[in-house]
């Protein structure tokens, strides 16, 4: 596959931006978006079309799990990995049609890319 194209989605900026450095500065990774809302990564998502989708679980209007839901049902959907403050064994992302969870404090270039990798072989094994 090419360049892996995320949305980052996090209604906060300095977690938009922290997100966005963190798929910058891992190879094979780029930025087609960031958005604020929701409602916003649904419209993004159909139109910038990206690989993956990472979404903030609490966001004005329809939180990350509904927006999840939603974009999980677009033709071609995105991987959507869920990110919070949460610890992870505070947090079920099951139901949510998000490929996992991470907590915010532990997201990182090698992170994103385990998540990324796990979510590819799943889907694989899967079709």
């Known amino acids: 596959m090419g360049v892996v194209r995320v949305l980052v989605v996090d209604d906060q900026e300095p977690f938009r931006n922290a997100m966005s450095a963190v798929v910058e500065a891992t190879d094979g990774f780029e930025v087609v978006g960031a958005v604020a809302s929701g409602e916003e990564s649904v419209t993004a998502s159909e139109e910038l079309r990206p690989d993956l989708v990472l979404m903030d679980v609490n966001l004005p209007g329809i939180d990350g799990i509904e927006a999840t ?5 677009q033709p071609d ?3 959507v990995v869920l990110l ?3 610890d992870e064994c505070e947090f079920d992302h099951q ?5 996992a969870y991470v907590p915010k404090g532990v997201f990182g270039p090698d992170r994103l890319v385990d998540e990324w990798d796990a979510a590819t ?3 694989q094994s899967e079709s």
């Open 77 to 79: 959907a995105p991987v």
């Open 69 to 73: 839901r939603t974009i999980r049902q």
């Open 95 to 99: 139901g949510s049609g998000a490929a």
């Open 121 to 123: 072989a799943s889907e």
């Open 84 to 86: 919070s403050t949460y």
